[in-house]
């Protein structure tokens, strides 16, 4: 088979599109014909270096997969060749800690992201995915756009839904509106009764925020402090949640926008160097706020997504396809922060 190959952290020239020996499913595995595999920061970060733990090269990047599973293993009982499936960002979880049979196999210590360790991930024209990590797409769900259901939507789900405890008529703050995580928070927080505000600096991507369905669409310089901008929208009141999906550059503007008894889930982090904040500021006036985070996402949220999409409730937003062999102008992209919503790569074949 063909797939993209990283020996070693670097440039995105460090990864080539080479021959490979096929993955033979172990017996909990699915090996799956890849449709198509979302590219995301996440494989960004990975690839130069900035994820340590939890990585091993030489890899094959990629946790976003959509395709037809061709072979499974010994003791694969839930799928069957022929099945149209979608991978859940993990290769494996071990089914058996207290938190995989709670339904968090998020936070199981022996999960293995898919992509991050070893010659297995979605960047290639096969992969071998254990049957916990895998679901199955509904039948009218046919576009390749599906690979991206997990982490750009699902990730965003967690956040909204299970971390934060959005409530009916509350204000959502979405940062970094128009990127990949950005353009479908603010589609599931429409879609659960809330009012955005959504900020992003870049022009080019406010008509896309606003399709999406933002309420109020702050376009500030990157760095500056949106909070004034936030208080003047919200009447002084501030937002009960914010999405935070920049991380550092914006962490503290973000803080300075809740109101009482706001929320903050940090989601994304694109710098080197973590957001940080003074103990003080989290209680200042008395605001008892809350700073959480939401990491990716489990198998029941995942289908949860998928019935939402099936609904129309929520669309992906895929707004560029490139065929693997160019992963290296992808990565490319995506570190310019000039793209809308999510690329995605298809085989060369395909």
Request: charged share 25%; net charge negative; aromatic share 2%.
């Amino acid at each position: 088979m063909k797939a993209v190959v990283a020996k070693e952290t670097g440039p995105p020239s460090v990864m080539t599109w080479t021959d490979m020996e096929p993955p033979r499913p172990a017996r909990d595995e699915c090996v799956v014909k890849v449709e198509a595999c979302g590219a995301c920061m996440h494989e960004v970060l990975v690839r130069r270096g900035d994820r340590a733990q939890g990585t091993g090269f030489p890899i094959i990047p990629g946790h976003e997969v959509v395709g037809e599973v061709v072979e499974v293993g010994a003791d694969v009982v839930d799928f069957a060749v022929g099945d149209r499936v979608v991978s859940n960002q993990r290769q494996r979880v071990c089914g058996k800690c207290r938190e995989c049979r709670m339904g968090r196999e998020t936070r199981c210590p022996r999960k293995v992201f898919l992509g991050d360790i070893g010659l297995n991930g979605g960047y290639a024209e096969l992969v071998a995915v254990s049957d916990g990590s895998l679901v199955k797409v509904p039948p009218r769900l046919t576009s390749p756009d599906v690979a991206i259901a997990s982490c750009a939507i699902g990730t965003v789900l967690n956040a909204l839904r299970d971390v934060a405890r959005l409530e009916l008529g509350e204000t959502v703050l979405v940062t970094g509106a128009g990127g990949g995580i950005g353009l479908h928070a603010i589609q599931l927080a429409k879609a659960s009764g809330a009012r955005v505000v959504a900020q992003t600096t870049s022009p080019g991507k406010v008509e896309a925020v606003r399709e999406a369905g933002a309420d109020e669409i702050l376009l500030v310089e990157r760095g500056a402090d949106y909070s004034k901008n936030v208080m003047e929208v919200t009447d002084g009141q501030g937002c009960d949640i914010v999405l935070e999906n920049v991380g550092a550059v914006s962490f503290l503007s973000s803080v300075n926008t809740l109101a009482l008894h706001g929320r903050l889930v940090l989601i994304g982090e694109v710098q080197r160097t973590p957001p940080t904040v003074e103990a003080d500021l989290v209680g200042w006036r008395g605001r008892d706020i809350s700073i959480l985070s939401a990491a990716s996402t489990t198998k029941r949220q995942l289908e949860d997504v998928l019935t939402l999409m099936d609904r129309g409730l929520v669309t992906p937003v895929v707004t560029d396809t490139l065929p693997m062999s160019e992963a290296p102008r992808a990565h490319e992209i995506l570190e310019s922060g000039s793209v809308t919503g999510r690329i995605l790569l298809v085989p060369d074949t395909a």
